[in-house]
């Protein structure tokens, strides 16, 4: 099956840079890549995903990255804010079993004001 | 518009009991999900379903049991609870298409397993 490795396991950044989160997934029929926020005590809320398609897609402050041939896929955030803090997740879905996801390990992120 | 609503939101048990986790959907999803959340240990799949009366296993399905008797609802079963079931658990779902959907979860029930 699919094995998703993520880093890094925490991240901390100063309040107006940027920050990077990186995937890479094994599984070359996969082909959707969905960026999951936790915050405290909540359930994961997608923010952004990509199909592999798409090279890159962006959402205001928020972009992902992917590279088929290397299979890894990044989670851009720019300009990060205090309420950035939270744990962000990568997961990877293969087209021939479109109903499963496979979840990385996850990325704390704490953004310092 | 209330999304996955998972009730309870907390339990604590002894071992060898049995309970109960619902999960319920207001968003006419055919797809929903059962995780469990451990610390550095992502999200892992438990049992799903891809329509009413249909269940599936799911990476780690041991000691759980499902059942989706309504489109809207989805059960997961701790029908002798074990130490090792002390977890973080989601439901989630998603539409059913030819083509990948992302999923949208419940906030989580926290069970402690004493």
């Known amino acids: 099956g699919e094995n998703v490795e993520q880093h890094p396991s925490t991240l901390s950044v100063q309040e107006g840079d940027s920050a990077v989160i990186k995937c890479t997934y094994s599984d070359s029929a996969s082909n959707y890549f969905p960026w999951y926020k936790q915050e405290l005590g909540k359930g994961p809320q997608l923010i952004i995903d990509i199909r592999s398609n798409v090279g890159e897609k962006k959402d205001q402050r928020i972009a992902v990255t992917l590279n088929k041939t290397a299979k890894h896929f990044s989670l851009h955030i720019t300009e990060t804010q205090p309420e950035d803090s939270a744990v962000y997740f990568c997961?990877?879905?293969?087209?021939?079993?479109?109903?499963?996801?496979?979840f990385g390990s996850g990325t704390k992120l704490n953004v310092k004001p | 518009n209330a999304g996955v609503t998972q009730t309870p939101k907390f339990r604590v048990l002894k071992t060898g009991q049995s309970m109960t986790l619902l999960c319920a959907q207001d968003m006419n999803h055919e797809y929903m999900y059962w995780y469990r959340q451990d610390p550095g240990m992502g999200l892992r799949l438990i049992h799903y379903s891809v329509g009413e009366g249909t269940t599936a296993k799911g990476e780690v399905p041991d000691g759980y049991n499902v059942s989706r008797l309504k489109k809207q609802n989805f059960l997961l079963g701790l029908e002798s609870a074990a130490p090792s079931q002390t977890s973080v658990y989601f439901c989630?779902?998603?539409?059913?298409?030819?083509?990948?959907?992302?999923?949208?979860f419940g906030d989580g029930t926290r069970l402690s397993i004493l």
């Open positions: 997961a990877a879905s293969p087209r021939d079993n479109f109903n499963k996801f496979y």
């Open positions: 989630a779902s998603s539409y059913g298409q030819a083509t990948n959907q992302p999923q949208h």
